[in-house]
């Protein structure tokens, strides 16, 4: 299961897991384990507000139509190399309103 997280600072230092409530997440083994640590409530059939989504999202939108899996693999890595740390930290440090909207939303389509 892949959960993804941020740290929250509040009164006390602690990490509240956000999860996509995707189909795998519900089994019980999975529930079980959610049980034991803080979750965000989440929308069903909300966005993917995932960082590296994003990145690969935009990686995506950038590659274009190689011709071959090794140019794919050596076009994304190129692309990869060339983002720089800003663009990903100012990701995650947009993790809060992206999340507020979300909820806003109701679940449903941000601008983000």
């Known amino acids: 299961m ?3 997280f941020f740290s929250k600072r ?3 230092d602690k990490t509240i897991f956000q999860q996509d409530n995707a189909r795998h997440h519900t ?3 999975s529930q079980d384990w959610l049980r034991t640590v803080t979750t965000l409530p989440w ?3 909300s966005p993917d507000l995932c960082p590296i989504e994003l990145i690969s999202d935009h990686l995506g939108r950038r590659v274009g ?3 071959s899996l090794n ?8 692309m990869w190399n ?3 740390q800003d663009s990903i930290q100012n990701l995650y ?3 809060p309103d992206r999340i507020t909207s979300c909820f806003r939303a109701r679940g449903g389509s941000t601008w983000y």
């Open 10 to 12: 509040n009164q006390q």
């Open 65 to 67: 139509h190689p011709t």
């Open 2 to 4: 892949i959960l993804t």
């Open 71 to 78: 140019e794919l693999e050596a076009s994304l890595r190129q």
């Open 93 to 95: 440090a947009s993790m």
């Open 82 to 84: 060339e983002m720089s």
């Open 43 to 45: 929308p069903a059939r």
């Open 27 to 29: 089994i019980r083994v």
